[in-house]
Each structure stands twice: as C-alpha cells, then as structure tokens.
C-alpha cells in the first residue's frame, strides 16, 4: 500500500514527502541517515543487500524525504506472536541529527500507527537501548510505554 503524503515544515517553509523506500536507487539515498542509527553498516551494499533480504521477511522501509533528500526513516514488519497478537514492530527509526526537533518523528510514527491499525495490528512495539535516553523521552511523548525488558545474549 503505497504512501504519498506532504507535511508542510514551518520552520523553512519546505515540504516533506512521505513515501515507502521500493527500489534500490531510493535504498542506496537512505544509506547514510541509516548509518546515524546503524553505525555498524559498513557499506552502502551491505544495507542494500540487509534490505532486500529483510524486505523478504515482510520488512518495509518508511522515508521522509526533503526535495531527494531523505531526513526521516521508519523500518518495520508485521509480526504475530502469542504474547501480542499481531502487531507492528519498529526495526528502525531514524530521523536526521540536523533535523530533529521538527516534527518529523512523529509523523513517522504517526504513519506507523495508522498503517498498523489498517494491517489489524493491536500494538506497534520497539526496542529502544538502554542508553538512548532522548529516544525514551521521545517514544514516551508519542505515547509508547516502557512493557518489558529485553534479554540478549551472543551466540558466537
């Protein structure tokens, strides 16, 4: 389902289109906001690659692009398990280090909700580090609750 939305940007009178990243040219532009979130891509080809396999797993890509340059990204997939139901889980959100603080956040996540609630998802989920308190402050304000803590460990 193919999303094409303008939000005016009030703060430099500009415009920013929001539309889901389908081919590789769009993949490759969203290499470098990626990287900001992502710091261990090492290469433009290893995200292409990542999300032409993840795209296989249900993985969409969300972009808010100024003119053709992205400053906001949403990676997600529709998941069901039995603790959840079906439901939307954010892989990435990413927004611009020079343009954070204008909104573009939320109409990411704003899109996220609505998306779901269309795919008859109960819930979006995301895991946040532990360190990224900005990112806690933010997810709070956009309505997202803190429901579990995360267990890892590596299989090497």
Not at 31 to 58: D, K, V
Not at 86 to 111: H, K, N, P, T
Not at 127 to 134: F, I, V
Request: hydrophobic share 40%.
């Amino acid at each position: 389902m193919p999303v094409k939305t303008t939000h005016a940007n009030s703060e430099n009178n500009s415009a920013a289109d929001l539309r889901y990243v389908s081919h590789e040219s769009e993949v490759r532009s969203c290499y470098l906001l990626m990287q900001q979130l992502r710091p261990h891509l090492a290469s433009e080809q290893e995200f292409l690659l990542r999300w032409q396999h993840q795209s296989i797993q249900g993985y969409r890509l969300l972009a808010l692009w100024n003119a053709t340059q992205p400053v906001g990204l949403a990676g997600f997939r529709v998941q069901d398990n039995l603790v959840h139901g079906r439901f939307v889980y954010v892989d990435d959100l990413v927004i611009d280090a020079s343009c954070r603080s204008r909104g573009y956040g939320q109409i990411l996540v704003d899109e996220l909700k609505a998306e779901g609630k269309l795919l008859g998802c109960s819930s979006l989920l995301l895991d946040a580090a532990m360190s990224n308190s900005l990112g806690h402050r933010f997810y709070y304000r956009q309505g997202l609750l803190v429901t579990a803590l995360r267990f890892s460990m590596a299989l090497s």
